[in-house]
Structure formats: structure tokens, C-alpha cells
């Protein structure tokens, strides 16, 4: 097949998206696929400007606004020039994209329009998954526990006697925790809202669950084998996430829990999955609080895709190596959809 895979972007989780394609890109030429590398920043690469690209790891942060700007001005440029890649030479798009425009929808409805085959899911479900504030109500709709939650502006107050406290702010439209916060005092409520308010126009207030954290993927319908996540602090924020060593979270797949619970955990998943409609795949997070309830925390439609990313670790579990899971994504999404 001939794939392009398209990555980089303009959200704040650009450099995620290239760690993501550093390693989809060589395996999939490996599996004998011609491989086109797509920044939406800049275009399809030349071979040095990829390797040089694809080289870098992520930083313990998340890029900074003029890192995003100038992206945007590239992403920009791209879009008006008459050079750009024809994404029609592919049989299919490989998205390695993560947050904003290229996990809530937008690409992918530009996609559809332009009548071409992509991994993941369509526009509608991306959207739905990205928006968390919908996606709760989505997921109570089905029976899917998950905390309560007000949206900003709310006052102390409110936020008190609704949610409790402590009180997770995060941005609604974001991922890999970009922008979150656990706010214990009160004073600190409106500093947290306003920091959140830098990276979307909507900031959700959320009850801050404690205890062990899992996550569950989906793969063409079917539960993966539950996975833990245990971080170094109290949430598995952006540092834990992407970075080694000390700062990085230790993953368990499978998870060490009773058979039952499993059960429970990979019912709910697919429940999110199928509310949320879905595609081939994504990955749902969950947390046990201390009295052994399960609590949904939110849907990933275009989870990472580095070889230890969490879905691939989960579909490892299950015995499906990367390669496999590579091939399976490629060969679903040109399917009739």
C-alpha cells in the first residue's frame, strides 16, 4: 500500500504526534508499504528534514506558544501553496495526530470531504470524544460512572457544593493533560480556570477522583487486556506521560486485578466506545477510588502510537505485536466505510 501518515500539527501535542510517527513511519516500510511522511506544518518531508524530525523526543513540556504560532503560520503556508502533497497518490492516511484540529474532527472531515481513506474514527465520533464535557454525558447515558463536573465560569462556592474539593480544571478540549490542574484551595479556583483558559475556551471543573488509575483500548470491537498506569505523582500528567526514568509513570499490562473487575473495566470500555461511535480503535482511562468503584475519565480516538504507547502495550498483551496492529489499523480503515 502506499501511506501517508499524518502527524506534527499545531496543538500543543505536536511534539507527542511526531514521537508517534518517529516510530509508525520505519515499521510500516519494513511491513514493504511505501511511506509518505506528512508534517501539516510544513508538507512532505525529504528524507534528511525526516530524519531530523523524527529524531527528536518530547520535551517535558508542552511547546510553547510561539513553537504553536509558528506552526500554525507553516500550517498556514502549506494550505496556500500550489505544491502541496496530493493525498490522493495514498490508499490511505495514517493519522499520528494528537489533540486540536487533529484528534477533535476537523482533518478528518476535510478528509471525508476529499473522499479518502484514514485511520481512526470519522469526524463526528472525534469530536464527540474530544469534547469531554459532552462525551460524560455521553458516557452516563450508557452507565459509564464518571465524576461529577461543573463547566466554568463557577464560583468557589458552587464548585463546593456540587463537585467538592480538591477539584480537577483542565481544558474541555484538550489531551494528555495539557493545561490541568489539582486545586485544593478555593483562592486558587480562579488562577487555575484562567491558566486552563490558555489552551481552550472552555475549562470543565471535575471532581478530583483518587486511587489507581487503568486504561482499556478497543481493537476492530474487542477489549484489549486491562492496563495500570502508576505515576509518580498523584496524576498522570504531561511529564509522567511522555518522559523516562524517575519522571516517567511505570505501566502494567496486564493489569493485577481480579478477574471480575477486569470484566467490569473492559464492559465499560466498549460501552464508551460504542456511544461514542467510534472507529477501529481507541483507548478509554478509568480510576478505581479507594472503595473499589470505577470511574470513566475520558476516550482517546487517536491514542499513541509509539511501540510503548499504551494501546500498543495493551495489544501486545494480547499477543498482537506492533507490526500486526500497524498492519490490521492500514488494512481497516480502506475498508468501505
Same mark, same amino acid.
Given at each position: 500500500?502506499?501511506?501517508?501518515?499524518?502527524?506534527?500539527?499545531?496543538?500543543?501535542?505536536?511534539?507527542?504526534?511526531?514521537?508517534?510517527?518517529?516510530?509508525?513511519? #520505519?515499521?510500516?516500510?519494513?511491513? @514493504?508499504?511505501?511511506?509518505?511522511?506528512?508534517?501539516?506544518?510544513? @508538507?512532505?518531508?525529504?528524507?534528511?528534514?525526516?530524519?531530523?524530525?523524527?529524531?527528536?523526543?518530547?520535551?517535558?513540556?508542552?511547546?510553547? =506558544?510561539?513553537?504553536?504560532?509558528?506552526?500554525?503560520?507553516?500550517?498556514?503556508?502549506?494550505?496556500?501553496?500550489?505544491?502541496?502533497?496530493?493525498?490522493?497518490?495514498?490508499?490511505?492516511?495514517?493519522?499520528?495526530?494528537?489533540?486540536?484540529?487533529?484528534?477533535?474532527?476537523?482533518?478528518?472531515?476535510?478528509?471525508?470531504?476529499?473522499?479518502?481513506? !484514514?485511520?481512526?474514527?470519522?469526524?463526528?465520533?472525534?469530536?464527540?470524544?474530544?469534547?469531554?464535557?459532552?462525551?460524560?454525558?455521553? /458516557?452516563?447515558?450508557?452507565?459509564?460512572?464518571?465524576? =461529577?463536573?461543573?463547566?466554568?465560569?463557577?464560583?468557589?462556592?458552587?464548585? @463546593?457544593?456540587?463537585?467538592?474539593?480538591?477539584?480537577?480544571?483542565?481544558?474541555?478540549?484538550?489531551?494528555?493533560?495539557?493545561?490541568?490542574?489539582?486545586?485544593?484551595?478555593?483562592?486558587?479556583?480562579?488562577?487555575?480556570?484562567?491558566?486552563?483558559?490558555?489552551?481552550?475556551?472552555?475549562?470543565?471543573?471535575?471532581?478530583?477522583?483518587?486511587?489507581?488509575?487503568?486504561?482499556?483500548?478497543?481493537?476492530?470491537?474487542?477489549?484489549?487486556?486491562?492496563?495500570?498506569?502508576?505515576?509518580?505523582?498523584?496524576?498522570?500528567? !504531561?511529564?509522567?506521560?511522555?518522559?523516562?526514568?524517575?519522571?516517567?509513570?511505570?505501566?502494567? /499490562?496486564?493489569?493485577?486485578?481480579?478477574?471480575?473487575?477486569?470484566?467490569?473495566?473492559?464492559? !465499560?470500555?466498549?460501552?464508551?466506545?460504542?456511544?461514542?461511535?467510534?472507529?477501529? !480503535?481507541?483507548?478509554?482511562?478509568?480510576?478505581?477510588?479507594?472503595?473499589?468503584?470505577?470511574?470513566?475519565?475520558?476516550?482517546?480516538?487517536?491514542?499513541?502510537?509509539?511501540?510503548?504507547?499504551?494501546? #500498543?502495550?495493551?495489544?501486545?498483551?494480547?499477543?498482537?505485536? /506492533?507490526?500486526?496492529?500497524?498492519?490490521?489499523?492500514?488494512?481497516?480503515?480502506?475498508?468501505?466505510?
Amino acid at each position: 500500500m502506499k501511506i501517508a501518515v499524518l502527524f506534527g500539527g499545531t496543538s500543543e501535542e505536536r511534539d507527542v504526534s511526531i514521537a508517534s510517527a518517529a516510530q509508525v513511519i #520505519p515499521v510500516l516500510r519494513t511491513l @514493504g508499504h511505501e511511506v509518505f511522511a506528512v508534517d501539516t506544518a510544513s @508538507g512532505r518531508l525529504p528524507p534528511a528534514d525526516e530524519r531530523k524530525l523524527l529524531s527528536a523526543g518530547v520535551a517535558p513540556e508542552p511547546p510553547s =506558544d510561539a513553537d504553536i504560532a509558528r506552526a500554525r503560520g507553516g500550517a498556514l503556508a502549506l494550505a496556500l501553496s500550489p505544491g502541496a502533497f496530493d493525498f490522493h497518490e495514498a490508499d490511505v492516511v495514517f493519522l499520528a495526530l494528537h489533540g486540536g484540529a487533529g484528534e477533535d474532527g476537523r482533518i478528518q472531515a476535510m478528509l471525508n470531504l476529499a473522499g479518502l481513506a !484514514y485511520t481512526g474514527s470519522n469526524h463526528i465520533a472525534s469530536a464527540a470524544a474530544m469534547d469531554k464535557d459532552l462525551s460524560k454525558r455521553l /458516557f452516563r447515558s450508557v452507565g459509564v460512572p464518571t465524576a =461529577d463536573w461543573l463547566m466554568a465560569p463557577a464560583t468557589s462556592a458552587a464548585v @463546593g457544593a456540587a463537585v467538592g474539593w480538591p477539584v480537577i480544571v483542565k481544558p474541555n478540549k484538550q489531551g494528555s493533560t495539557v493545561g490541568l490542574r489539582v486545586v485544593r484551595d478555593p483562592k486558587e479556583l480562579q488562577s487555575a480556570i484562567d491558566a486552563a483558559l490558555r489552551f481552550d475556551d472552555e475549562v470543565m471543573l471535575e471532581r478530583f477522583i483518587p486511587g489507581r488509575e487503568f486504561t482499556v483500548g478497543v481493537l476492530d470491537g474487542a477489549a484489549l487486556p486491562v492496563g495500570e498506569i502508576i505515576p509518580p505523582g498523584e496524576v498522570f500528567d !504531561y511529564a509522567s506521560k511522555y518522559q523516562t526514568g524517575g519522571a516517567g509513570a511505570r505501566e502494567v /499490562f496486564p493489569a493485577d486485578l481480579p478477574a471480575a473487575e477486569a470484566a467490569q473495566l473492559k464492559d !465499560y470500555a466498549q460501552r464508551v466506545h460504542r456511544v461514542l461511535k467510534l472507529g477501529a !480503535y481507541s483507548r478509554t482511562d478509568f480510576r478505581r477510588d479507594p472503595a473499589g468503584g470505577f470511574w470513566c475519565l475520558e476516550a482517546n480516538s487517536l491514542p499513541g502510537m509509539t511501540a510503548t504507547s499504551l494501546l #500498543p502495550q495493551a495489544a501486545k498483551a494480547a499477543g498482537i505485536e /506492533f507490526p500486526e496492529l500497524l498492519e490490521r489499523i492500514c488494512r481497516g480503515a480502506i475498508k468501505p466505510r
